[in-house]
């Protein structure tokens, strides 16, 4: 079971970069997918997710209107668009898989917002 989350950087403030998680090993359908950060010396904060059945996308309230979540399923992948990024942004950011008992973690993407 592999998540790989790509797409983050050092952007600057006011950018808008789209983080992709590529998923494999398995029923990716069947999943639903979530993006978490964590920034330096803060716990790890949900961002937003999206279900597998219909899917429906829910988002942290303050994330709603700058962040959007969509997925693909014929290319086992979920994205994250991120505008108007603020230094406080800059965190790692980690794509989140779960299904009744079963759960699986991307390694995380680092992005980094310059002022």
């Known amino acids: 079971v592999q998540l790989v989350e790509s797409g983050g950087g050092l952007v600057r403030a006011g950018g808008s970069p789209r983080l992709s998680c590529a998923a494999s090993?398995?029923?990716?359908?069947?999943?639903?997918i979530a993006w978490f950060r964590q920034a330096p010396g803060k716990e790890r904060e949900g961002i937003s997710c999206i279900r597998s059945t219909d899917g429906e996308t829910y988002y942290a309230v303050p994330m709603k209107g700058r962040f959007t979540i969509s997925r693909d399923n014929a290319k086992n992948t979920v994205f994250l668009q991120m505008n108007s990024l603020k230094p406080d942004d800059t965190a790692v950011y980690y794509c989140y898989a779960v299904r009744l008992g079963n759960n699986y973690w991307g390694q995380g993407t680092q992005v980094t917002v310059s002022s």
């Open positions: 090993g398995f029923i990716f359908d069947d999943y639903a």
